[in-house]
Each structure stands twice: as structure tokens, then as C-alpha cells.
């Protein structure tokens, strides 16, 4: 999970809460869902959060998020900005493969050495997570004071995102003290090489110019000369993107932590060269003879309509109307009455997306307030909030999860535990008394961990291969897709404890997944038995004693005829035969394979599906 380093003392000033000690601090962040991991060198706090919610990426965030909790600030909170007088033009040159760019100038910042060091970070981390590494959208912060721009029709001072060859122009790049092409900081700067992937196809790279030469080029580095300090006070942020909508809402993040500084955002107006080139949903953006233009940041607030009857049953608690509208206020949201008459559709319908629908309980029937539903405001900064369950979990922990009282489901049933656990669990007791350390891993994984480091092709005629089920719109791009198989996650485990000691032998049962027509749900889900040894003697003999002892032990008849596989040694590899049916693989990792893992020791192992140690 994503951390985030945050000073307790800071947190404190920016919250005006002094009195609070370091322990009700955590404890009052384990309630916001922050947990603490422990300090760093610094004596920063190291928190864990859910990569939902982006705007707690800084302390500036976090500490709204605190004041919200504590009741020292309510509602939906939008800061006011000023008219622009700065536009980005973009030209037709820009490569069409980073189409989009967005901007704010924020004047009047107090950057002390912490208030700086938490920009850098929300920098960093938003390009971790909903930039994609730099892929989806890049941030560019530059010192305003160093930039002059070039005079527009109406008088406003105006740069340009254009496309550039690859040795066009020169620039200082920061680290930097000598002036180079941008092909040219690929090659030898080493920020340029770590991001070089992302625009080396392009035909043009993107650039922004002002009025003086070229002072950004995203999304790699931004030019020295604009290079933001503790004496700049006047900022202008500028990001560019695959994305329009992703890129916004990045903007709109960094505008609200630096708002919290005291600053004051202004407006950038963005002329597109056509209409096509902007979202044509934005609300605020106009078409000219020029092009379309948009104006940027885009505050503008969204609604979600949530039934009154869904809280109750969601949280399992009953609450009168006004304490809605309190818990949703001490979230930063804000929640107004919506009285309906008309019936609800069922649960599950077209319209439950929007909160309709999902009112009343089994019987249709939803009580005292019976109708009631709430039409809830979101704050721009909330990228999060994608459904009214999102909705329901702030009023929850606005209320307080520690303070929900248990209670018994109204059923006459006795729980036990499915045929499918018990399995499970007796296998992973067997593997633990075989000399295995038991492991839990991610579902979620990357094409490049599944497959191509594994050697590994969806198409080949092979155990684990197959369509992966991806990830429409994934956070990170360690996390893109669920596994098609186990063994990858196992040599990632192992990668990341080259400096334990050997032998190391693994074992997870995990799920894994593969599109599958088949399927009503279109995919094919499954449980999976993966085990490895890594050690200095590791061999195929070594992993079939311990396959044959676990099958043995369920009763079941073990064959393993030679067979290929890209991922193991030729001639060390073997299917995994059940009971007269083919279930995985097992075999010595190849030499490639290993490399790419960097472990410098032999490593066995086999997977195999569950479903075929039962009776």
C-alpha cells in the first residue's frame, strides 16, 4: 500500500490542534484510515492509506481531513480564485499521444523548507499513483517570477505547449549546469533516462515555451531556470496528459494542499487549436474561431443522490435525518434533503449507480422515512467518490466504526465454514508441516510480473497463460490486472528477500483468474496451490518429494509426465497430473527467468488447482 511521511508537528500547527499528543494523533488518523507504520529517520510520522484517496497525499490534506473530524470545519469547502490572466496555447504540433495540458498560477505561498518538501512529496506521489509514473499526467511547478510571457490579443500573458524535434532546441535542465537537447537529457541526465521510455517513440517530443525559450519538458524535467525555491512566492503549475479529466483532477489536489498555505489560486485559461481537443463535457470552456479554450482549475462540485433506508441498513444503525446531514457536513460534504414519492426500483437495477433503487429493506419497506433520500455535494477534490457507497463509508466513519455496536443478524441459520475453506485449509496445514512458510499475497498484479517476466506469453499453450482479466482504470501500474496464476507472485516474494538468509521455501494458495467466455461472469476464477524452493542445491526432485507427499496425503494418485514450459528448464519440466487429470506444472525455473529476478540461487517449484486434492 501507498505511505505518505508526515510531520507531527506540522500536522498540529496546520490542524491548530498543539495539545494533541503524538498517540491521539495516531489514534485519530487510524479513524480517518491512515495507518501508522512507524517513524522515519526524521521523526516523521510514516502512514499507510487507502490509494482511493489522493488528497491525503500531503499534510495539508491529512490535516483537513483532522479539522473535519474534530468539528473545526464543516461543509463543502471551494476555494475562490481569481480571473486568469495567463493561457496556455497549444499548438498543432503537440504529439497526439499527450494531447492535454492544464494550469493554476497560485500567488502568495508561504514555502518554508516544510511547506516545500510536502509539495515535492504530493509531486512525487501523484505521479506514483493517478499519473501512472509520469505516463497518464505529468506535473510541472515552476517559479512565475522567471517566466515572461509572450503578449496575447487581449493583453494576457501567454506560453505554449508545442511539439519539438528531438535536437531543436536547448535548455537547462535541473541538476543540471549545462544546456541540452531533449534528446539529449534521455541520454545523458538521469532523470531523463529513468522517463526516457515514455517519449522516446514520439516523432515530436512535448515542450512549453514562454516568451524567453524553453523552460519545461514534460513529462521528464522542468528547466532550471524555473526552479522553485523557499523564496519563490508566486508559482505556475502546469500539467500535461493522456487524460484531460485525470490531469484536472491533479490540479485540483495540488491547488487545495497549496490553498491550505494560505495562497491564492488563479485561473489559466487553455486554447485548444480545435474543439475535438478538450473533453466536450467540460462545463467550462467556450469554442472560438481559434479552437476551444477551457478554464482551469475546474472547481465545479458533483452530486450523488443516496437513499436515507441505505445508511441505515449499510451502517446497521438508525439515524434521524439531521444527523445525515451532520455526519455528511463533518466529512466535507454536504447532504440535502430530497423527499421522493415515486417507487423504488429494486436493488440492483439501472439506476442503483446513482443511489436509486437501493432503498427499503427485503420487503420493500424502508420505515419511518420511507422515501427520504439525500442529494449529497462532492468536493473537487475528492477523486474518489464513485458511487453513494463511497458516500455512506465517510458518514460511517464520520459516525465512528469503533462506536458501531454488534449485534446479531436477524437469521435463524448457524454459520460454518464452506467445503471450499475447510479444503483449503487443510492443504496450506499440510504444506506449513512440509517446511513451507506460508504466504499471502496480492490478487492484483502487472502484465509485465505475470507474464513477461515469467517468460511468459497470454497466448502460449502453457499453464498460467491466458487472457488476463484487466483493470479498466488501475491506480498504479504495479496493479493492472488480477494474476492468471501463483507462481509469479512467489519469485516477486523472493525478489524482494535476497538479503534473508537460504533456503527459502514458499507456499501461498491464492486466487487467480482468466477471461472465460464460458463463464456467466465472463471470467474463470480459481484456487491455486504455488510452492518454490530457493537454495543452493534446489532441484525437480526436491519439489516432487514434497507434491507427491501432499497429494499422498489426500489420497489422490500423483503422475508427472515431461512436458514444455517457458517458464522451467527443458528437460526439468513436468505437467502435474491428479488423478488421471492435468492440473499444473512443476519444474526448475529457468535461467532467464531467474535473472530477471535477480536470485542468484536455484529455485524449484510447482502449482497446481486446488479443486484436485478434493474428495
Known amino acids: 500500500m501507498p505511505t505518505v511521511e508526515i510531520d507531527p508537528d506540522e500536522l498540529r500547527e496546520l490542524t491548530g490542534h498543539d495539545e494533541k499528543g503524538d498517540d491521539d494523533l495516531k489514534s485519530d488518523l487510524f479513524g480517518l484510515g491512515l495507518e501508522y507504520e512507524g517513524r522515519t529517520d526524521e521523526g516523521e510520522f510514516e502512514l499507510e492509506f487507502a490509494p482511493d484517496r489522493l488528497d491525503r497525499l500531503s499534510v495539508e490534506g491529512v490535516a483537513r481531513s483532522l479539522r473535519y473530524q474534530y468539528g473545526d470545519a464543516r461543509g463543502v469547502y471551494v476555494p475562490t480564485t481569481n480571473a486568469h490572466d495567463w493561457t496556455i496555447v497549444v499548438d498543432d504540433s503537440v504529439p497526439d499521444e499527450r494531447p492535454y495540458v492544464t494550469g493554476a498560477v497560485i500567488r502568495d505561498v508561504d514555502l518554508d523548507e516544510a511547506a516545500l ?18 505516463a497518464k499526467g505529468a506535473i510541472g511547478i515552476h517559479d512565475l517570477t522567471m517566466l515572461k510571457g509572450s503578449a496575447a490579443t487581449e493583453g494576457n500573458p501567454t506560453i505554449e505547449y508545442v511539439g519539438v524535434e528531438p535536437d531543436e532546441d536547448r535548455f537547462v535542465p535541473l541538476d543540471s549546469d549545462q544546456e541540452l537537447t531533449p534528446a539529449e ?4 541526465h538521469q532523470t531523463g533516462q529513468t522517463y526516457a ?19 519545461s519538458f514534460p513529462p521528464v524535467i522542468n528547466g532550471r531556470r524555473t526552479e522553485v525555491s523557499t523564496d519563490s512566492r508566486d508559482l505556475f503549475v502546469e500539467m500535461t496528459g493522456t487524460d484531460q479529466w485525470t490531469i484536472d483532477r491533479m490540479l485540483n489536489i495540488v ?18 487549436p480545435d474543439s475535438e481537443s478538450a473533453n466536450a463535457d467540460s462545463k467550462r470552456s467556450r469554442t472560438t474561431s481559434g479552437g476551444r479554450t477551457v478554464v482551469r482549475p475546474d472547481f465545479s462540485t458533483k452530486t450523488k443522490t443516496v437513499p436515507h433506508a441505505r445508511i441505515e441498513s449499510i451502517l446497521g444503525i438508525d439515524l434521524e435525518p439531521e444527523q445525515v446531514i451532520d455526519l455528511a457536513e463533518r466529512s466535507g460534504l454536504e447532504a440535502e434533503r430530497s423527499d421522493r414519492s415515486e417507487p423504488a426500483e429494486p436493488a440492483g437495477t439501472a439506476g442503483a449507480e446513482d443511489g436509486e433503487g437501493e432503498e427499503g429493506d427485503e420487503d420493500g419497506e424502508s420505515g419511518e422515512h420511507e422515501g427520504l433520500t439525500y442529494e449529497v455535494t462532492i468536493p473537487p477534490y475528492r477523486v474518489d467518490v464513485l458511487h453513494p457507497l463511497d458516500v455512506i463509508d465517510d458518514l460511517g466513519r464520520a459516525y465512528g466504526f469503533n462506536d458501531l455496536e454488534p449485534r446479531y443478524p436477524d437469521v435463524g441459520t448457524i454459520g460454518g465454514r464452506h467445503e471450499r475453506s475447510r479444503l483449503e485449509n487443510a492443504a496450506r496445514t499440510r504444506l506449513v508441516g512440509l517446511g513451507f512458510q506460508d504466504l499471502l499475497n496480492f490478487h492484483m498484479i502487472s502484465e509485465g510480473e505475470n507474464f513477461d517476466r515469467m517468460g511468459l506469453a497470454p497466448n502460449d499453450d502453457a499453464y498460467g497463460a491466458g487472457e488476463p482479466a484487466t483493470i479498466k482504470g488501475p491506480y498504479s501500474e504495479d496493479y493492472t490486472m488480477l494474476r492468471t496464476w501463483v507462481t509469479p507472485s512467489l519469485l516477486m516474494v523472493l525478489e524482494n528477500n535476497t538479503h534473508r538468509r537460504y533456503p527459502q521455501d514458499l507456499a501461498e494458495i491464492g486466487f487467480a483468474a482468466r477471461v472465460d467466455d464460458a463463464e456467466n461472469t465472463g471470467v474463470g476464477e480459481g484456487r ?20 507427491q507427499a501432499l497429494v499422498r496425503s489426500f489420497g489422490g494418485d500423483l503422475e ?11 528437460g526439468r519440466t513436468a505437467a502435474v497430473v491428479i488423478d488421471g487429470e492435468e492440473v499444473g506444472v512443476i519444474g526448475e525455473l529457468h535461467p532467464e527467468v531467474l535473472v530477471e529476478h535477480d536470485l542468484e540461487v536455484p529455485v524449484a517449484g510447482f502449482e497446481f488447482d486446488l479443486e484436485a486434492l478434493a474428495e
Open 560 to 570: 508427472t509426465p515431461p512436458t514444455q514450459h517457458p517458464s522451467y528448464i527443458p
Open 255 to 272: 491547488c487545495y494542499a497549496l490553498s491550505a498555505r494560505g495562497a491564492t489560486v488563479e485561473e489559466v485559461a487553455v486554447e485548444y
Open 185 to 188: 537529457v534521455l541520454e545523458e
Open 197 to 215: 521510455d515514455l517519449v522516446s517513440e514520439y516523432e515530436r517530443y512535448p515542450a512549453i515555451y514562454d516568451d524567453l525559450g524553453l523552460f
Open 528 to 547: 491455486y496451490v504455488g510452492a518454490v524452493l530457493a537454495r543452493h542445491d534446489a532441484a525437480y526432485e526436491d519439489a516432487k518429494s514434497r507434491l
Open 117 to 134: 518538501e510536502s509539495l515535492i512529496q504530493l509531486q512525487e506521489k501523484l505521479h506514483a499513483t493517478m499519473g501512472r509514473k509520469r
